[in-house]
């Protein structure tokens, strides 16, 4: 079956630009995650949405950053006025549920802030 | 803080011998503790996951260990071969809500 896909794979921008990045988690899965890795650096936790309850905001780094998830299936991830810090490949992942360990990954998106 | 360690510096192995990688954590007790592979231009694919009250998980050529009051995790690949080449990393649930925590992940080379 379909795996979690994103959207785009790549991303050049200008800094102070806004982006929108684009997951598309497993069918079914009410879990979705984003992280975000920096070149040679391990995952950083972003956001989480679990079904319809009000997201764990927790890891964003600055108010620069949000996500939605629109009818508990797509999910976007917005960058306003992006830096070249931004610069990083960006993972979604998604869960079957909140206590389903296991998370698929998407392929990432590329972000190259120049 | 939770810290999770490994070993930053690549390992290099040749085909056939068994592959040991390390992850360290401090300041945490985990529920559980899970291993992902990570290929160039990928997303991290899981591997295995083990609970704190088991010692030891087997997945074909894979083998994890968890030693909570070392806090620390053994992953084993044997009879290694040049496909394993890849980064692996350790991840750590650090709440309710399924966040997990990685390690830096280490950079494993199989040569043939």
């Known amino acids: 079956g379909a795996g979690v896909s994103q959207s785009p794979s790549n991303k050049v921008t200008e800094k102070g630009k806004d982006v929108e990045l684009r997951c598309d988690p497993i069918?079914?899965?009410?879990?979705l995650y984003w992280y975000r890795q920096s070149l040679g650096q391990g995952l950083e936790f972003l956001i989480y949405?679990?079904?319809?309850?009000?997201?764990?905001k927790s890891g964003l780094p600055s108010d620069r950053f949000s996500a939605e998830r629109t009818g508990g299936s797509v999910s976007t991830l917005t960058i306003q006025r992006t830096q070249q810090e931004d610069s990083a490949v960006y993972l979604c992942?998604?869960?079957?549920?909140?206590?389903?360990?296991?998370?698929?990954f998407g392929p990432g998106t590329r972000l190259l802030v120049l | 803080s939770q810290k999770i360690e490994q070993n930053s510096e690549a390992l290099n192995i040749q085909e056939g011998k068994t592959a040991t990688l390390t992850c360290n954590y401090t300041?945490?007790?985990?529920?559980?503790l899970q291993w992902y592979r990570q290929d160039p231009g990928r997303g991290p694919v899981f591997l295995l996951l083990?609970?704190?009250?088991?010692k030891e998980k087997r997945k074909e050529r894979l083998k994890v260990t968890f030693d909570t009051t070392l806090k620390q995790s053994l992953f084993h690949i044997t009879a290694s071969q040049p496909a394993d080449s890849a980064t692996y990393l350790c991840?750590?649930?650090?709440?309710?809500?399924?966040?997990?925590?990685f390690g830096g992940g280490t950079r494993l080379m199989v040569k043939p």
């Open positions: 992942a998604s869960s079957l549920a909140v206590t389903q360990e296991t998370q698929y």
């Open positions: 069918s079914g899965h009410t879990a």
């Open positions: 949405f679990q079904g319809n309850s009000a997201p764990d």
């Open positions: 300041n945490y007790s985990p529920a559980y």
């Open positions: 083990i609970r704190e009250n088991e």
């Open positions: 991840a750590l649930d650090i709440s309710a809500g399924n966040m997990l925590t």
